[in-house]
Protein backbone atom coordinates (compact mmCIF):
# COMPACT_ATOMS: atom_id res chain seq x y z
CA UNK A 1 0.00 0.00 0.00
CA UNK A 2 1.11 3.46 -0.87
CA UNK A 3 2.24 5.51 2.08
CA UNK A 4 4.70 7.03 4.84
CA UNK A 5 7.39 4.04 6.07
CA UNK A 6 9.24 4.03 8.85
CA UNK A 7 12.33 2.21 10.08
CA UNK A 8 13.11 0.92 12.50
CA UNK A 9 10.20 1.09 14.93
CA UNK A 10 12.15 0.29 18.04
CA UNK A 11 15.75 1.39 18.91
CA UNK A 12 17.36 1.64 21.95
CA UNK A 13 20.69 3.85 22.16
CA UNK A 14 23.47 4.60 24.61
CA UNK A 15 24.09 7.84 25.11
CA UNK A 16 26.70 9.73 22.79
CA UNK A 17 25.78 7.03 19.72
CA UNK A 18 24.72 8.56 16.56
CA UNK A 19 21.36 7.15 14.46
CA UNK A 20 19.54 7.54 11.51
CA UNK A 21 15.77 7.19 11.60
CA UNK A 22 14.37 6.10 7.91
CA UNK A 23 11.61 7.86 6.40
CA UNK A 24 10.46 7.04 2.76
CA UNK A 25 6.80 7.79 0.81
CA UNK A 26 6.09 6.50 -2.41
CA UNK A 27 2.84 9.46 -3.01
CA UNK A 28 5.62 11.94 -4.79
CA UNK A 29 4.63 14.13 -2.00
CA UNK A 30 6.70 17.40 -2.05
CA UNK A 31 6.58 18.28 1.47
CA UNK A 32 7.99 15.78 4.40
CA UNK A 33 8.57 16.39 8.20
CA UNK A 34 9.49 14.70 11.06
CA UNK A 35 7.49 15.10 14.60
CA UNK A 36 8.43 13.75 18.31
CA UNK A 37 5.67 12.93 20.16
CA UNK A 38 6.48 13.10 24.34
CA UNK A 39 3.55 12.54 26.91
CA UNK A 40 1.82 16.02 27.39
CA UNK A 41 3.71 17.61 24.99
CA UNK A 42 1.80 16.37 21.88
CA UNK A 43 3.56 16.97 19.02
CA UNK A 44 6.33 19.04 17.68
CA UNK A 45 8.34 19.69 14.35
CA UNK A 46 11.55 18.87 14.66
CA UNK A 47 12.37 19.70 10.66
CA UNK A 48 10.64 19.83 7.61
CA UNK A 49 11.42 19.71 3.68
CA UNK A 50 9.32 21.64 1.15
CA UNK A 51 11.23 19.77 -1.63
CA UNK A 52 14.24 18.00 -3.15
CA UNK A 53 17.39 19.80 -1.79
CA UNK A 54 15.65 22.22 0.75
CA UNK A 55 15.01 21.88 4.31
CA UNK A 56 14.25 23.77 7.16
CA UNK A 57 13.98 24.17 10.93
CA UNK A 58 10.67 23.10 13.12
CA UNK A 59 10.69 23.98 16.60
CA UNK A 60 12.72 21.40 17.83
CA UNK A 61 15.97 21.07 15.91
CA UNK A 62 18.72 21.38 18.52
CA UNK A 63 20.51 17.82 18.24
CA UNK A 64 18.81 17.27 15.04
CA UNK A 65 19.63 16.61 11.43
CA UNK A 66 18.34 16.16 7.90
CA UNK A 67 18.91 16.16 4.50
CA UNK A 68 15.98 15.70 1.59
CA UNK A 69 18.57 14.48 -1.65
CA UNK A 70 15.52 13.04 -3.83
CA UNK A 71 11.79 13.45 -3.02
CA UNK A 72 10.93 9.94 -1.71
CA UNK A 73 13.66 10.01 1.57
CA UNK A 74 13.63 12.24 4.22
CA UNK A 75 15.75 10.62 6.81
CA UNK A 76 16.67 12.27 10.39
CA UNK A 77 20.07 12.08 12.31
CA UNK A 78 20.98 12.07 15.75
CA UNK A 79 24.04 12.96 16.10
CA UNK A 80 24.78 12.55 19.53
CA UNK A 81 21.97 10.80 21.07
CA UNK A 82 20.88 12.08 24.87
CA UNK A 83 18.29 10.62 27.13
CA UNK A 84 15.86 14.18 26.04
CA UNK A 85 15.70 12.47 23.03
CA UNK A 86 14.04 9.51 24.22
CA UNK A 87 10.31 10.14 22.28
CA UNK A 88 8.52 8.44 19.35
CA UNK A 89 9.45 9.89 16.10
CA UNK A 90 6.81 10.33 13.71
CA UNK A 91 7.30 11.19 9.71
CA UNK A 92 4.65 12.99 7.70
CA UNK A 93 4.03 13.75 3.91
CA UNK A 94 1.79 15.70 1.68
CA UNK A 95 1.51 17.22 -1.25
CA UNK A 96 3.36 20.25 -2.21
CA UNK A 97 1.06 24.01 -1.80
CA UNK A 98 -0.13 24.44 -5.07
CA UNK A 99 -2.45 21.41 -4.70
CA UNK A 100 -4.78 22.36 -2.20
CA UNK A 101 -4.09 19.35 -0.29
CA UNK A 102 -3.14 20.44 3.27
CA UNK A 103 -4.06 16.95 5.12
CA UNK A 104 -0.65 15.08 6.17
CA UNK A 105 0.03 11.44 6.10
CA UNK A 106 1.93 10.16 9.14
CA UNK A 107 4.08 6.82 9.24
CA UNK A 108 3.90 4.94 11.66
CA UNK A 109 6.07 5.59 14.07
CA UNK A 110 9.77 5.08 15.29
CA UNK A 111 10.04 4.41 19.31
CA UNK A 112 13.49 5.61 20.13
CA UNK A 113 14.98 4.77 24.11
CA UNK A 114 18.20 6.82 25.07
CA UNK A 115 19.96 5.27 28.13
CA UNK B 1 2.21 32.72 16.74
CA UNK B 2 -0.09 29.81 16.19
CA UNK B 3 -1.39 27.91 19.27
CA UNK B 4 -4.37 24.98 19.83
CA UNK B 5 -5.41 24.33 23.54
CA UNK B 6 -7.34 20.89 23.84
CA UNK B 7 -9.25 19.84 27.00
CA UNK B 8 -7.12 17.68 29.15
CA UNK B 9 -7.57 13.80 29.69
CA UNK B 10 -7.91 11.23 30.24
CA UNK B 11 -11.80 11.25 29.03
CA UNK B 12 -13.18 8.25 30.45
CA UNK B 13 -16.73 6.89 28.58
CA UNK B 14 -19.01 3.95 28.71
CA UNK B 15 -20.41 2.50 25.40
CA UNK B 16 -23.27 4.82 23.82
CA UNK B 17 -22.21 7.93 25.79
CA UNK B 18 -21.87 11.35 24.20
CA UNK B 19 -18.85 12.76 23.43
CA UNK B 20 -17.24 16.28 23.64
CA UNK B 21 -13.62 16.92 23.27
CA UNK B 22 -12.94 21.02 23.20
CA UNK B 23 -10.61 22.49 20.84
CA UNK B 24 -9.73 26.17 21.08
CA UNK B 25 -6.82 27.88 18.69
CA UNK B 26 -5.08 31.42 18.58
CA UNK B 27 -4.20 32.27 14.97
CA UNK B 28 -3.69 35.14 12.44
CA UNK B 29 -6.11 34.74 9.28
CA UNK B 30 -7.73 32.01 8.39
CA UNK B 31 -6.26 29.04 9.09
CA UNK B 32 -7.88 25.26 8.51
CA UNK B 33 -8.71 23.16 11.38
CA UNK B 34 -8.43 19.85 11.88
CA UNK B 35 -8.77 16.14 14.26
CA UNK B 36 -6.82 13.58 13.65
CA UNK B 37 -6.75 10.41 15.77
CA UNK B 38 -4.40 8.08 16.84
CA UNK B 39 -5.23 4.35 17.62
CA UNK B 40 -2.82 2.60 19.81
CA UNK B 41 0.31 1.52 18.62
CA UNK B 42 -0.23 3.24 15.42
CA UNK B 43 0.28 6.62 14.05
CA UNK B 44 -1.98 9.99 13.17
CA UNK B 45 -4.77 9.76 10.98
CA UNK B 46 -6.96 12.53 9.51
CA UNK B 47 -10.36 12.07 11.26
CA UNK B 48 -12.06 15.58 9.69
CA UNK B 49 -11.34 18.93 8.57
CA UNK B 50 -12.88 22.17 7.52
CA UNK B 51 -11.11 25.07 6.07
CA UNK B 52 -13.13 28.00 6.68
CA UNK B 53 -15.34 29.46 9.48
CA UNK B 54 -18.87 28.26 9.46
CA UNK B 55 -17.72 24.81 7.67
CA UNK B 56 -18.55 21.35 9.43
CA UNK B 57 -16.23 18.68 8.89
CA UNK B 58 -17.66 14.99 9.49
CA UNK B 59 -16.58 11.67 9.59
CA UNK B 60 -17.25 7.97 11.35
CA UNK B 61 -20.06 9.83 13.35
CA UNK B 62 -17.98 12.21 14.36
CA UNK B 63 -18.48 15.93 13.43
CA UNK B 64 -16.79 19.84 14.37
CA UNK B 65 -17.86 23.05 13.38
CA UNK B 66 -15.67 25.92 12.72
CA UNK B 67 -16.45 28.50 14.68
CA UNK B 68 -14.08 31.65 14.10
CA UNK B 69 -16.25 33.33 16.51
CA UNK B 70 -15.29 31.57 19.41
CA UNK B 71 -12.05 30.10 18.04
CA UNK B 72 -13.49 26.27 18.45
CA UNK B 73 -13.46 23.39 16.76
CA UNK B 74 -14.76 20.82 19.00
CA UNK B 75 -15.24 17.69 18.82
CA UNK B 76 -18.35 15.48 19.18
CA UNK B 77 -20.11 11.92 18.89
CA UNK B 78 -23.37 11.36 19.69
CA UNK B 79 -22.76 7.85 20.58
CA UNK B 80 -19.23 6.08 21.27
CA UNK B 81 -18.20 2.62 20.88
CA UNK B 82 -15.44 0.77 21.83
CA UNK B 83 -13.77 0.59 19.00
CA UNK B 84 -13.16 4.78 19.33
CA UNK B 85 -10.75 4.33 22.25
CA UNK B 86 -7.85 6.30 20.89
CA UNK B 87 -5.91 9.57 21.45
CA UNK B 88 -7.83 12.59 19.64
CA UNK B 89 -5.39 15.85 18.39
CA UNK B 90 -6.90 19.04 17.35
CA UNK B 91 -4.27 20.73 15.40
CA UNK B 92 -4.49 23.93 12.51
CA UNK B 93 -2.72 25.05 9.67
CA UNK B 94 -2.04 28.46 8.58
CA UNK B 95 0.20 31.25 7.74
CA UNK B 96 2.68 29.12 5.93
CA UNK B 97 0.21 26.22 5.43
CA UNK B 98 2.88 23.51 5.61
CA UNK B 99 3.14 24.06 9.27
CA UNK B 100 0.86 21.93 11.40
CA UNK B 101 0.21 22.79 15.01
CA UNK B 102 -1.39 20.26 17.56
CA UNK B 103 -2.98 20.62 20.54
CA UNK B 104 -1.24 18.03 23.51
CA UNK B 105 -3.90 15.51 22.36
CA UNK B 106 -6.91 13.72 24.75
CA UNK B 107 -6.79 10.33 25.84
CA UNK B 108 -10.18 8.55 25.23
CA UNK B 109 -11.08 5.07 26.70
CA UNK B 110 -14.83 3.82 26.10
CA UNK B 111 -15.78 0.69 28.13
CA UNK B 112 -18.12 -1.75 27.12
Known amino acids: NAGVTQTPKFQVL ?19 SWYRQDPGMGLRLIHYSVGAGITDQGEVPNGYNVSRSTTEDFPLRLLSAAPSQ ?5 CASRPGEASGANVLTFGAGSRLTVL | GN ?10 LSEEAFLTINCTYTATGY ?16 LLKATKADDKGSNKGFEATYRKETTSFHLEKGSVQVSDSAVYFCALSGGSNYKLTFGKGTLLTVNP
Request: with cysteine; charged share 10%.
Open chain 1, 14 to 32: KTGQSMTLQCAQDMNHEYM
Open chain 2, 3 to 12: SVTQMEGPVT
Open chain 1, 86 to 90: TSVYF
Open chain 2, 31 to 46: PSLFWYVQYPGEGLQL
